[in-house]
């Protein structure tokens, strides 16, 4: 079954440091997500990006925060200058379509531990 | 106002039991409504998607929406062990909203 693959699983990192997280979201999805889950809340809608641009974004996507399709097939979060926290778990999601009308399919996560 | 709340939980059932959980929500503009399962440090895994009121079965779950009471139900019938996870509920459109989970544990 296709998936969903993010890494690193798990990165640490200082605070004010850069972090890349990566994902490769499932070949033939158009659409792809962010969302975070910070440890014991509710999994959080970050960015969502079609069509090599941000189709929405939260108030939690900030000027800290970028995404990119460098490459056709990786769907990457930058975080620029990490604070504390920014410590969550954060799971890129893709699906063929826009969300509702299809459904989305989660990574299984990359853990962010900023110190 | 919180948009979706969910019972966090634990809820501890024995094996085989009838597992009914439940989400409430706010906005009346949400159309489209999920159940994810999610095991401990992994993603969420869809199990089922509805997009009008009414119910929806699939194998032991059954998902249920009520958009006048703004009220979504899972039901997990014959429960088995490998069904302990956290259960979230998500609502929206192209940004999903999520619940706070319930924990879900079921006893052999």
């Known amino acids: 079954e296709p998936e969903v693959t993010q890494t690193p699983s798990h990165q640490v990192t200082q605070m004010g440091q850069e972090v890349i997280l990566r994902c490769v979201p499932i070949s033939n999805h158009l659409y792809f997500y962010w969302y975070r889950q910070i440890l014991g809340q509710k999994v959080e809608f970050l960015v969502s990006f079609y069509n090599n641009e941000i189709s929405e974004k939260s108030e939690i996507f900030d000027d800290q925060f970028s995404v990119e399709r460098p490459d056709g097939s990786n769907f990457t979060l930058k975080i620029r200058s990490t604070k504390l926290e920014d410590s969550a778990m954060y799971f890129c999601?893709?699906?063929?379509?826009?969300?509702?009308?299809?459904?989305?399919?989660f990574g299984a996560g990359s853990r962010l531990t900023v110190l | 106002q919180k948009e979706v709340e969910q019972d966090p939980g634990p809820l501890s059932v024995p094996e085989g039991a009838i597992v009914s959980l439940n989400c409430t929500y706010s906005n009346s503009a949400f159309q489209y409504f999920m159940w994810y399962r999610q095991y401990s440090r992994k993603g969420p895994e869809l199990l089922m998607y509805?997009?009008?009121?009414g119910n929806k079965e699939d194998g032991r779950f059954t998902a249920q929406v009520d958009k006048s009471s703004k009220y979504i139900s899972l039901f997990i019938r014959d429960s088995q062990p490998s069904d302990s996870a956290t259960y979230l509920c998500?609502?929206?459109?192209?940004?999903?909203?999520f619940g706070g989970g319930t924990r879900l544990m079921v006893k052999p």
């Open positions: 998500a609502i929206g459109g192209n940004m999903l909203t």
């Open positions: 999601a893709s699906s063929r379509d826009r969300a509702g009308a299809n459904v989305l399919t």
């Open positions: 509805t997009y009008s009121s």
